[in-house]
């Protein structure tokens, strides 16, 4: 997809093994790997729209500058 980031793909997959990780150890009614997928789902959406919002502000300040 041309919308996603390098920056959502990496926080894509920190929150995903994250979130896994965390449900395994709590033993939960839903299984870990599916938490794990859908807080991958987030986090790239999340991530990808942080990273373009963090990429504008740092061309709006340098340029301002």
């Known amino acids: 997809a041309k919308w996603v980031t390098s920056f959502g793909a990496f ?8 979130s896994w990780r965390i ?4 033993g939960t009614e ?11 789902f987030i986090g790239i959406v999340l991530g990808t729209y942080l990273g373009k919002w963090i990429d504008y502000l740092d061309t709006k300040y340098k340029r301002a500058a």
């Open 30 to 40: 839903i299984p870990p790997t599916f938490i794990g997928f859908v807080a991958s």
């Open 23 to 26: 449900a395994e150890m709590i």
């Open 11 to 18: 926080f894509s997959i920190v929150s995903g093994i994250t």
